[in-house]
């Protein structure tokens, strides 16, 4: 995730609070998957010394670097001149970068009223009313919070039974040696658009082995699935089928190497 998705505290106190509990607390996914909130904390073991030893360097940064007529000009031209030099405002430690699922939670259940205000912030704007938000006018900080969500409402419809494996070719791909990456509903194949109705990305998970949708918030570890070793047909269907994926979904097999290259489709219907 972005930096701009990071939240930032700049009062000790807050921190210690947010931190000691995130120490205790974890929940568990619909997988199975227990997650602990300690292991997205930048910085689990800061101590107020630490805290305020970094405080203390950045005001005096802050002071020998930005207290100039020069600055303040400018600053007046872009926010106001009611705009005053503050070097307090300059200071703030990261808390932590966390991704949707977590942040899931967070809104369901974190009781401290200055991370409920940062979540507000990223998932209130204008961007939430779109296109995730048209059954109702709530913001996706409220859907969420009452469990009304795209995240909640979405579910893998009409899975698809059979797979059909497109364009292959076994003396291309038995070397028992090859590197296959796995890629789940591709905008491209063969340097050509894949023309289907609605793309949804998907992105594996490595500790279940499954793709899941960026609207199931679950997480990944990388974007592809590696498959090593040789491909029959058999396999290859074996191995789609385990993902449980929608009908009409494609699947593309990519081998690359010093330049040369195989790819083909397999499509679930």
Known sequence: MAAIDKTYLNNWEEFDKVRNWTLKTSFTLKNGQIVNLKDFLYYPDLTKEK?????????????????????????????????????EKFFEVPLWNTPVYVDIFLIRNCPFDFIQDRLKEQYGG?????????????????????????????KRNGL?????????????YRDKKLNWYVDINPYWYNNKRIDYK????????EDDNMFYSDLEAMPWT???????????????VNLVKKWNL????????VWTYKHKGYEFLVKVY
Not at 54 to 70: A, F, S
Not at 160 to 172: E, H, I, P, Q, W
Not at 228 to 235: E, I
């Open 246 to 253: 929608p009908k009409n979904t494609y699947v593309k097999f």
């Open 126 to 154: 204008g961007w939430s009313k779109q296109a995730f938000t048209d059954h109702n006018d709530d913001t996706m900080y409220e859907q969420i919070k009452n469990h009304t969500s795209i995240y909640d409402t979405y």
């Open 198 to 205: 609605k793309h949804i990305d998907y992105w594996y998970n």
């Open 222 to 236: 990388c974007s592809n699935f590696t498959y090593h070793g040789s491909l029959t047909k058999k396999n290859i």
């Open 51 to 87: 805290w305020d030893e970094w405080h203390d360097e950045k005001i005096k940064y802050v002071e020998e670097h930005y207290n100039n007529p020069e600055y303040f000009k400018q600053c007046k031209e872009f926010y106001g001149e009611d705009w005053e030099f503050d070097p």
């Open 160 to 172: 698809g039974k059979k797979a059909k494996v497109k364009f292959y070719n076994y003396y291309a």
